[in-house]
């Protein structure tokens, strides 16, 4: 028992320290970002903003050579860094290397060979220069990457994310900082992207040598390494196999919004879509704190602990997971369109039903990523394979077929569709190969969070609408208030007698004092 209790602690403060500096970070850099997507507009306009967008996606779409071979590698690594078996671990991150290489290459080759037709991607606005030259620069920006940042996963895995997360966001505040400069000082898109590809070659760099001064086996030349076992060579290709259709799938469904918008309407369009996607990535990135922060604490707890205490972790993780994006979401919905309007003009902004479903682009994938965490933190990568591929078919079909009506709204209407069927085929296999229950439960509570979150959406939206405040500064400020006073006493109200969610108040308190008696004992 006191040896449980202990590797709970460790767990728990892991988690808190990944949380806490990826908050941090993750508020500053939102910060920075706001600013250089300011200076952005102004100085290059929403052609290049479109354009900007288009390449990232492109990119997304070339990086699924990497078929998901980091999460398959982190997944066999909790056990042996558990167990500090530090041979096994040489072993597995040499192979790691080996691929990345591979990967690196493929990437490069396969973007290179695509530059030529990018007109075929986007209906270009006028003014356009250099656009072969600056996908090149930020295709190396990406592919190169890939030579450096093997190491990195370990970090992770270790559950020392908050390592990794720090050297990242300040190197992303560098490159922000130097965007802007470049911006004012010459407009030269060019430059702009070149940035991009020396700040990120030199984030992987300083991480590797953070690794290494962390765990020195890195160090150790290749021949000296025993090659990996056939078993775990079989079993970690398995995997990647599984997790190439997850990533293909993945891929798909993220990026294809970005380039369908660019094809059936403009890059003007989707410069408007990419300041509300730049919104809510930062958003996405800030929750992404949390589920990320706790991802190797839930491997360690799969690893080393009983499945009652599995899903017992689940149902409260799960719950908090819910509130928190739920709420986020209702506050999005009546702030998205006002912020914007204060930002950058009303021109920049979409219709209430556009906006509806950007917020649900974001809420539904969201609901769902608790369950995801255990779902790779016990390596299910096989058992639903297709799931992803499935999702991207329906949503390119839909989206495909819906565009030419209804534009950007039926693109947006084939995501949101993909993201309800992928959560039933996730939950069904989560439920029957961790937690040995039958997922009609999960199904069930899925479908009423979202008609709560729904409900709680336009209620709020139409208490906001009563007050009808012409300053747009004005409008925000009441917006704001009802859209977080509000809220708060219906959750309550709702779910004050479910065990959930008086688990999650409970481990809170417990949590806290645990921290407080930590850091009174150093």
Aim: glycine share 4%.
């Amino acid at each position: 028992m006191a040896e449980k209790n202990e590797r709970q602690e460790t767990r728990v403060i892991n988690a808190a320290r990944n949380m806490a500096s990826s908050a941090f970070f993750q508020t500053l850099l939102g910060v920075f970002a706001f600013i250089e997507r300011t200076v952005f507009v102004h100085y290059l306009g929403n052609d290049y903003l479109g354009l900007n967008t288009l390449f990232a996606n492109i990119l997304s779409v070339l990086t699924i050579a990497e078929l998901g071979i980091g999460g398959t590698i982190a997944y066999a690594l909790y056990k042996p860094l558990a167990e500090n078996d530090t041979e096994k671990i040489a072993s597995l991150m040499l192979f790691y290397k080996r691929a990345y290489y591979i990967i690196g290459s493929i990437i490069i080759v396969l973007g290179l060979a695509i530059t030529p037709f990018l007109s075929y991607f986007s209906n270009a606005g006028e003014g356009i220069r250099n656009s072969e030259l600056c996908f090149v620069i930020y295709l190396l920006s990406t592919g190169l990457t890939y030579f450096f940042s093997h190491k990195h996963i370990i970090l992770e895995a270790d559950q020392k994310k908050y390592l990794n997360y720090s050297v990242t966001c300040l190197g992303s505040i560098v490159q922000y900082i130097l965007q802007v400069i470049f911006l004012i000082s010459t407009r030269d898109y060019v430059l702009y992207v070149f940035v991009l590809l020396v700040v990120n070659v030199s984030k992987s760099l300083v991480l590797n040598r953070i690794a290494e001064r962390k765990y020195p086996i890195l160090k150790r030349k290749a021949k000296h390494i025993q090659r990996l076992p056939e078993e775990d060579r079989k079993s970690i290709t398995t995997n990647i196999k599984a997790m190439c259709f997850h990533k293909f799938g993945e891929t798909a469904v993220s990026s294809s919004d970005s380039i369908l918008m660019s094809y059936f309407t403009s890059l003007a369009t989707l410069g408007i879509y990419s300041n509300y996607l730049m919104i809510v990535n930062t958003l996405r990135s800030a929750m992404r704190v949390f589920y990320t922060s706790i991802l190797a604490s839930i491997g360690n707890l799969c690893a080393t602990e009983e499945r009652d205490d599995i899903y017992y972790s689940f149902k409260s993780l799960n719950f908090a997971n819910y509130l928190i994006f739920s709420y986020i979401t209702v506050l999005m919905f009546n702030l998205l369109n006002s912020v914007l309007t204060l930002w950058l003009g009303a021109a920049y902004t979409f219709g209430p039903f556009t906006e509806f479903l950007i917020c649900m682009t974001f809420f539904l994938p969201g609901i769902r990523r608790m369950l995801l965490n255990y779902h790779d933190a016990c390596g299910l990568f096989w058992a639903d394979k297709y799931k992803r591929v499935y999702e991207a078919v329906l949503n390119l079909i839909l989206s495909i077929i819906l565009a030419i009506p209804y534009g950007i709204d039926g693109i947006l209407i084939g995501t949101v569709a993909s993201n309800l069927l992928g959560f039933w085929i996730e939950g069904r296999v989560v439920y029957k190969y961790v937690f040995f229950r039958p997922a009609r439960v999960y199904v069930f509570t899925y479908l009423k969070e979202c008609l709560v979150t729904i409900v709680m959406m336009f209620l709020t939206y139409a208490i906001c609408k009563a007050f009808p405040i012409g300053h747009i500064l004005g409008r925000l400020l009441v917006n704001i208030l009802i859209s977080v006073l509000v809220p708060l006493p219906l959750y309550y109200l709702i779910y004050r007698k479910k065990s959930e969610f008086q688990n999650v108040m409970t481990n809170i308190k417990s949590y806290v004092n645990l921290l407080a008696s930590r850091m009174k004992r150093k």
